[in-house]
């Protein structure tokens, strides 16, 4: 199963504005948004950041006609939300379901940024090698739970290495991936 990554740019992501997610997000099998939950008391107000200070929020993620497959969410908090008055949990999960895609992967809570990186990258490999989705951030969080002090270290040598500081300080944070083999 490949994956794809969608805009590239010398190998490097394109800044996700809103208009490049909306030109290629609804016919991708494999969506991922490594970016920042902004959450709000009312989920209604709750945005996903992208790039040059664009966003997502809950009703223009309802919106979108996906075909996902996956759309994973790859920043603090994405799986919370409110309980409705029906009793369903309001927020980025349900509207990405409602949108159209299969399985939603998202936090709960704040995340380290090198934590992160290597779970999404053990868990995007194992995905590769035919592992359901489940079983695949299974093995990831598996394999967070082994790293020693040293691998940790290595890890975030690896990230500043391939200028994730750098990426940070100039505010172009929000990266789009949008795998498919259609």
């Known amino acids: 199963m490949p994956f794809h990554a969608l805009p590239f740019e010398g190998g490097l992501l394109v800044d996700a504005t809103l208009r490049a997610v909306r030109a290629v997000i609804h016919t991708a099998r494999y ?9 709000s008391p009312s989920p209604w107000l709750s945005k996903i950041a992208l790039a040059n200070g664009e ?5 223009t993620l309802g919106e979108l006609e ?14 919370r939300g ?3 008055k029906s009793d369903e949990v309001l927020g980025f999960a349900r509207a990405l379901v409602a949108a159209g895609a299969r399985r939603v992967v998202a936090s709960l809570w704040p995340v380290s940024d090198i934590a992160t ?16 989705a489940p079983h695949a951030l299974r093995v990831a ?6 790293l020693d002090a040293s691998a940790v270290s290595r890890l975030n040598g690896e990230l500043i290495a391939a200028g994730a500081t750098r990426t940070r300080r100039s505010g172009r944070h929000s990266c789009f991936s949008a795998g498919s083999e259609r």
């Open 82 to 84: 409110s309980v409705g």
């Open 117 to 132: 990186c290597e779970l999404m990258a053990v868990f995007y490999r194992e995905l590769a090698n035919g592992l359901a």
């Open 66 to 79: 996906l075909q996902a497959e996956l759309v994973t969410l790859s920043a603090c908090n994405t799986a």
């Open 31 to 39: 969506v991922h948004l490594g970016t920042h939950g902004l959450l």
């Open 141 to 146: 969080q598996h394999h967070l739970r082994t």
């Open 55 to 59: 966003s997502l929020d809950l009703a």
